[in-house]
């Protein structure tokens, strides 16, 4: 008796049938009385005979998150393939985005490969000159735990957790990842909505936050943590408890990317620190011009950052005898001041 399967892909009108004939496939493997899964053996003639086919042991698969993360990955591309319309293809990319990445971390990390590899390109397109956009460095370290931004902190029903050696954490090193998976859910979203209905009006200031503001801004600081521990004043992560002394001394004096943001506009940038009771303080701040682009800008404040860090350990001092006549100290004393102010 043939086996009709219909193509999910197809419409009414269009019905199509494919049939499966059960003749033709091959002959199930013959029974066996002995072990499941015997080694080979010798029979009477001497000649070695292999154990029946036609498996070897290996672990069953009880749900689709234990299967091997190369499977699940084309499993989830095959949900969304090129040949179907455009119309379906997005509400196929919306039910990824919002639905199946719910469902467990392998599904989350085969649906996020999918939907970044889909919209990096047209993300790249919307970025504003002369800004740069570097979402996946290969240079990236990965941690164990990492906090995406100083705001962020991870909640369970017992409380606040910060155990660094906790389950690892999803969210990259890379800060402007963050901002391109917010780019693409909104993405998504807008286009499944201008199908649904033509009243809807788009989301053209909710774009321009991202591109003005958000995407520069995470690039920045990403530049930031990059030149910074190249110079040795920034360090990436927490140190863990079984450091030596000696390193955990000298990665007290650098700054702590985690606890590190930057305030961004076109006319001016600034590096705010978060200390433990969640107050801000603005380290440094700089002048830029519109068409300054980030990796200067960075090494600006990095170098701000040091020169900073250079007159706090080392304030200028001038120390005057006390028998210099009055007009004459205020005069070096207002110099004094002035070659400070132009030190900051």
Not at 60 to 71: F, G, N
Not at 222 to 246: H, M, N
């Amino acid at each position: 008796m043939p086996l009709v399967v219909r193509n999910p892909t197809e419409t009414e009108d269009s019905y199509q049938q494919m049939v499966v004939i059960d003749d033709k496939l091959p002959p199930p493997p013959p029974y066996h009385s002995g072990p499941r899964h015997p080694g080979p053996r010798t029979n009477a003639n001497g000649r070695v005979e292999l154990a029946p086919p036609p498996f070897q042991s290996r672990r069953t698969c009880h749900s689709l998150v234990e299967l091997p993360q190369h499977i699940l990955l084309h499993i989830v591309y095959a949900t969304c393939p090129d040949y179907i319309p455009a119309e379906r293809l997005r509400r196929r990319l919306y039910w990824v985005a919002m639905y199946l990445r719910l469902t467990s971390r392998a599904v989350y990390i085969a649906s996020m490969h999918l939907l970044r590899s889909t919209y990096l390109p047209l993300y790249t397109e919307l970025v504003k000159p002369p800004y740069t956009s570097d979402p996946f460095p290969l240079n990236a370290p990965s941690f164990v735990h990492y906090t995406p931004t100083p705001t962020t902190t991870t909640t369970s029903a017992l409380g606040t957790t910060t155990d660094p050696f906790s389950t690892p954490s999803l969210q990259s090193v890379q800060r402007e990842t963050a901002i391109l998976d917010r780019f693409l859910v909104l993405k998504i979203c807008d286009d499944v909505r201008t199908d649904e209905t033509e009243l809807h009006l788009g989301s053209d200031d909710a774009f321009a936050d991202i591109f003005d503001l958000m995407q520069p801004r995470s690039r920045l600081e990403d530049l930031v943590r990059v030149f910074g521990i190249q110079t040795g004043v920034v360090a990436d992560t927490v140190e863990p408890a079984y450091s030596s002394v000696s390193t955990r001394h000298a990665r007290s004096k650098k700054l702590l990317f985690e606890t590190l943001s930057v305030n961004f506009s076109p006319r001016k940038v600034s590096l705010v620190q978060i200390d433990q009771n969640r107050r801000k303080h603005t380290l440094v701040e700089i002048q830029r011009t519109k068409t300054e682009t980030l990796e200067v800008s960075a090494k600006r404040l990095i170098r701000a950052l040091i020169a900073n860090e250079l007159c706090r350990t080392h304030p200028l001092r001038i120390h005057l005898p006390a028998s210099i006549p009055a007009p004459l100290w205020l005069a070096l004393a207002e110099l004094g001041n002035r070659l400070e102010r132009c030190s900051d």
